[in-house]
């Protein structure tokens, strides 16, 4: 193995990857975010009503994932961010969709109609990205280093929390806290950082799969993980375009492109954690080509999500994590994830072995990558010195947002689509940072007048 330029990483951004280490690499990153990309599908057919429909909707999300992740690496024509930018199906539409279903399943629209107008609706709004990867130059004057890095730690806080709530057992398992489940994620985190403070090199590239390897096996041997039988999952799922048909208005994709304008907010931060990460430039112009073309394949992601039938995507976080932990940067690496996911997409009974991972095992696994996309978004933050402006811009979106998160009611008596808009840290702490960021007057920096001179 060819050992990386880049120091504290086994594999540099450009560095090539043989087979072995590179397959190993991208499986890590296809469990830590597995769970992440059909949590939405599952949840939205529960809600709506669309059982029938959730092993497709799966399928086609692990592929359009794939196809994402492939072209975010890969870089074409200038669409792409050239890293490892694992598309996934984002939670921050899951509130807009749920209640665009739920108005259109009142009025008496049957499964089909009602994917038919939010696969149209999502089309449209996936525009919005594209357009504004356009305008990047701008955009990357408003959002500064406090915003962006004020957006990567929401973010972070915001996924420990799911991370955490699979440590205790799942949403909703009967033995939620449970000593054992608290024991199986222990025993997963221990392994990974034991593997990954050693000082050999293979060691710390499979910590993630071997933590993850052991915790299954532990919780097999203790009676703790109910592996169910694949033979009625389908073999092969064939794709098509606008499966469900193609509907559109107005009044229902408006709110839709809004949470997309306000998802790019999040894909910067996710970005420039990503570069800083894999120690590339975080300003410059490099720096915005990658902006611009990571953005514009957000776009073409959520594109191909509407004609295939998901949902729609944007890069995710809890990938830099893997990469911190890992050491493999690689853009080719990025390419085998891509490949994975859409094979997971084509053959569902794939997925479905992987989906049987326990919960503990999976939290205790995704705890320290999350906690260091917190980290990442405060050496962000910290890159230049914090003023009073400063303190008091993160200070109001750490306070506002992540206040939201934990007490939800407090938006009850908001009309539904600002709830749900504004109902996570993310968002409206994004928003309030780029805000004040916008608003509030730049403090005057103190002239220093050499010794034996004085100012005229």
Known sequence: MSHSSEKGLLYGLEARITPLPAFIAALQHVLASMVGIITPPLIIGGVLGLQAWVPYLISMSLLVSGLGTFLQARRVAGIGAGMICLQGTSFAFLGIILSTGLMLKAQGASPQQMLAMIFGCNLAAALVPIVVSRCMGVLHKILTPVVTGTVITLIGISLIKVSMTDWAGGNHAADFG???????????????????RSRLRWARLVAVVAGIGVGCAVAA??????????????????????????????????PIALVSLISVIEAVGDLTANCMISQ????????????????????????????????????????????????????????????????????????????????????????????????????????????????????????IGLGVEAVPDALKQLPPMIANLFG?????????????????PGEERPVTVPQGETQG
Request: proline share 5%; with cysteine.
């Open 221 to 254: 041997i203790t009676g703790h993980a109910a592996f169910k039988s694949v033979a009625e999952v389908p073999w092969l799922a064939l794709p098509g375009f606008f499966h469900f048909g193609f509907a559109f208005s107005w009044s229902l994709c408006l």
């Open 178 to 196: 449970a000593p054992a489940n608290l024991a199986l994620g222990a025993l997963t985190l221990l392994v990974i950082v034991a593997l990954n």
């Open 280 to 399: 590339q430039p975080i300003s410059g112009e490099a720096f915005e080509r990658r902006l611009r073309g990571g953005i514009m394949a957000d776009g073409v992601s959520c594109i191909l999500a509407a004609v295939f039938s998901a949902f729609p995507n944007t890069t995710f976080a809890q990938n830099n994590g893997v990469i911190q932990m890992t050491g493999v940067a690689s853009r080719y690496v990025g390419m085998v994830i891509g490949l994975l996911l859409a094979l997971l997409g084509l053959f569902p009974v794939i997925g479905a072995v992987v989906q049987q991972i326990p919960p503990p095992v999976l939290g205790g696994a995704t705890l320290v990558m999350f906690g260091s996309v917190v980290a990442a978004g405060i050496r962000v933050m910290t890159q230049r010195p914090l003023g009073r402006r400063e303190m008091l811009i993160i200070a109001i979106a750490f306070g």
């Open 424 to 440: 996570h840290a993310v968002t409206t702490g994004g928003v309030l940072a780029m805000v004040l960021n916008l608003l509030l």
